[in-house]
C-alpha cells in the first residue's frame, strides 16, 4: 500500500544517501518529518493518516520497535 512504498522509497534514499551523517534510519525518519511539518496545515487529514503510518512502516523496514 501506499505507506509501505513510501517508507521504502525513504529507506532506498537514505541507505544510498553520501550526505548523512546520522544512521539511515534516523535519516529517513527525519526526511518524513520534515516533509509533514512543512506541509503542515495544507496537508489533508487521509495524507497525514498515510504519512503517519508511513512512519511505522519505516520502523518495520529498519527492523525497530516503536518508541512510547
Known amino acids: 500500500d501506499d505507506a509501505r512504498k513510501i517508507a521504502a522509497s525513504l529507506k532506498r534514499s537514505a541507505e544510498h544517501s553520501h550526505r548523512r551523517k546520522a ?3 534516523r535519516s529517513a525518519m527525519s526526511m518524513l518529518n ?5 506541509a503542515g496545515s495544507n496537508l489533508p487529514e487521509s495524507r497525514k493518516r498515510v504519512l503517519e503510518k508511513a512512519k511505522d512502516e519505516l ?7 516503536k518508541e512510547d
Do not use: Q, T
Open 59 to 65: 520502523r518495520v523496514a529498519f527492523g525497530r520497535e
Open 23 to 25: 544512521e539511515p534510519f
Open 34 to 38: 520534515f516533509y509533514i511539518n512543512r
